[in-house]
């Protein structure tokens, strides 16, 4: 293929994945109430996410890079919480385990995109440590 041909199923796929986004976003509100809407929504969007980058590099060249040493810990977070989301939605319909699953996938696709900026590793193992510790003084 031609690189404006993968760049054109680039930018669909990519167009494709934001309005699952904004429907994920949309949903938001509800996301206590229906967990489901949200993460499936979230789920689809990002795999077109990671499917346009898949169609624009090469499918051959992007799965090199999600295992390459140093992102393959953060690439099986992403593809197991993505998995679990699935798994959690569709067949076990469990309200905890969707609702789990899907800050679940949040974290992991923030840490998953930090493992391709310079520093993002860094950034990201800082911000974890402010959230955790956020938590631990609002719990008590």
Do not use: E
Not at 27 to 55: D, I, N, Q, Y
Not at 82 to 101: D, E, H, N, P, R
């Amino acid at each position: 293929m031609s690189y404006g041909d993968r760049f054109k199923g680039f930018a669909m796929l990519l167009v494709a994945s934001a309005c699952f986004f904004s429907l994920a976003f949309f949903f938001l509100p509800t996301a206590v109430l229906f967990p489901g809407k949200f993460a499936l929504s979230f789920t689809l969007g990002s795999v077109l996410f990671m499917g346009s980058f898949a169609f624009l590099r090469g499918p051959r060249a992007h799965l090199a890079g999600m295992v390459s040493k140093d992102r393959l810990p953060f690439s099986l977070a992403y593809v197991t919480s993505l998995c679990l989301t699935i798994y959690s939605c569709i067949v076990a319909k469990s309200y905890l385990m969707t609702l789990g699953s899907a800050v679940f996938q949040i974290a992991a696709l923030m840490w998953y995109g930090a493992s391709f900026l310079p520093g993002g590793r860094f950034g990201m193992k800082i911000f974890t440590m402010m959230f955790l510790r956020a938590v631990k003084n609002m719990a008590g």
